[in-house]
Nanobody
């Protein structure tokens, strides 16, 4: 079971990036997938998650209306579309897979997730 993030890079303030999280050796069917980020000197924080059971999506308040999480039909890739980027979005972004349903109270809790990718750097410059 492996997760691999891609799509990070350098973006301007107000710009967009789309992150991808690809599953290897399994599919996301039966898993909830979350995106986390960690900025230098800060704790890892939950950004968004999506459940494979009912497609429920959750977002941290600071990204609501700007970020969108989605999955492909084959449930092998989860995306995080990031629009209207801000300097405070600069961080290493990680995807993680956990139990089949992780609800709105728990999606930010890193201990709910069992598998993690290596991360991809997102830098937003002004």
């Amino acid at each position: 079971v492996q997760l691999a993030e891609s799509g990070g890079g350098l973006a301007q303030v107000g710009g967009s990036l789309r992150l991808s999280c690809a599953a290897s050796g399994f599919t996301f069917d039966g898993y909830a997938v979350g995106w986390f980020r960690q900025a230098p000197g800060k704790e890892r924080e939950g950004v968004s998650s999506i459940s494979s059971i009912d497609g429920s999506t959750y977002y941290e308040d600071s990204v609501k209306g700007r970020f969108t999480i989605s999955t492909d039909n084959a449930k092998t890739t989860v995306y995080l579309q990031m629009n209207s980027l801000k300097p405070e979005d600069t961080a290493v972004y990680y995807c993680a897979a956990g139990g089949e349903w992780i609800g709105p109270l728990d999606f930010r809790n890193w201990s709910e997730y069992d598998y993690w990718g290596q991360g991809t750097q997102v830098t937003v410059s002004s």
